[in-house]
């Protein structure tokens, strides 16, 4: 079993900062791609940044220059950190990683997800 535990969301102001933090636990061979993705109601959930098991990050047009994902590995966590946040920024965030549990198996999981609010 594998778990994705988020934290770090809240509300803030535009322009503000935030920083999310997801560390996995269970039974982890290996953490492949990791990734945050957000969701609002109505619509898809959406792909924010994602970073691959060697540090190489992408992000979606909308975050570029904005967002920042890193990973410890050590830790089996990853971050993103938000800067100049907008309105449009507003959803709930979720952890997703894939997951080697055995030379046999490897998985994608969600965390829980965690609220951003930005009032402007």
């Known amino acids: 079993q594998v778990q994705l535990v988020e934290s770090g969301g809240g509300s803030v102001q535009a322009g503000g900062s935030l920083r999310l933090s997801c560390a996995a636990s269970?039974?982890?061979?290996?953490?492949?791609?990791m990734a945050w993705y957000r969701q609002v109601p109505g619509k898809e959930r959406e792909l924010v940044a994602a970073i691959t098991s060697g540090g190489s990050p992408n992000y979606a047009d909308s975050v570029t220059g904005r967002f920042t994902i890193s990973r410890d590995n050590a830790k089996k966590t990853v971050y993103l950190q938000m800067n100049s946040l907008k309105s449009e920024d507003t959803a709930v965030y979720y952890c997703?990683?894939?997951?080697?549990?055995?030379?046999?198996?490897?998985?994608?999981?969600w965390g829980q997800g965690t609220q951003v609010t930005v009032s402007s």
């Open positions: 269970g039974i982890i061979s290996s953490l492949n791609t």
């Open positions: 997703n990683a894939n997951v080697r549990t055995s030379l046999w198996r490897e998985s994608a999981y």
